[in-house]
């Protein structure tokens, strides 16, 4: 692992972080939408969030933002074992203040769905980088 900066991974999290700012918005009336679906999409912007700044294996990465939102959510259990609340209502919508073991399995699903994007991101870039060898020798030949 390396520090970088990934300027695909980034435009790929301003992406997401405008898709949660919606569903954080306009998601209320829809408790699946913001409540499953937005845990699903946070799995995959903390892993876009360690892509752009970290150079590893999809693997590591993928189980740190895993690992990030069962963070939150064991927080959420102490905080509510404690009597803990968060004063700033931006940060408690972000992080959410009720410990629900739906939010769990959301963020299960959400590893999976970054492991299966990112296995078919790579298959298509290896799938690219063969057909620009197969180019490069092809004209290669020619000469």
């Known amino acids: 692992m390396t520090l970088t900066f990934n300027g695909r991974a980034f435009a790929a999290l301003l992406a997401v972080t405008a898709l949660l700012a919606v569903i954080a918005l306009y998601g209320a009336p829809y408790p699946f939408l913001r409540g499953f679906v937005g845990d699903v999409v946070a799995v995959g912007w903390a892993f876009l969030l360690y892509r752009t700044f970290i150079r590893a294996r999809v ?7 895993l690992l990030t939102g069962y963070a939150v959510e064991f927080c959420q259990y102490l905080a509510r074992l404690y009597g803990w609340q968060i004063q700033q209502p931006v940060l408690r919508v972000v ?7 739906w939010d769990v399995l959301a963020y299960t699903v959400g590893f999976v769905v970054v492991l299966m994007l990112a296995g078919a991101n790579e298959r ?3 799938a690219a980088s063969l057909q620009d060898a197969r180019m490069r020798a092809s004209l290669r030949a020619r000469r």
């Open 59 to 65: 693997l590591p990465l993928a189980v740190a933002a």
């Open 95 to 101: 992080l959410g203040s009720v410990p629900d073991w």
């Open 124 to 126: 298509r870039q290896h």
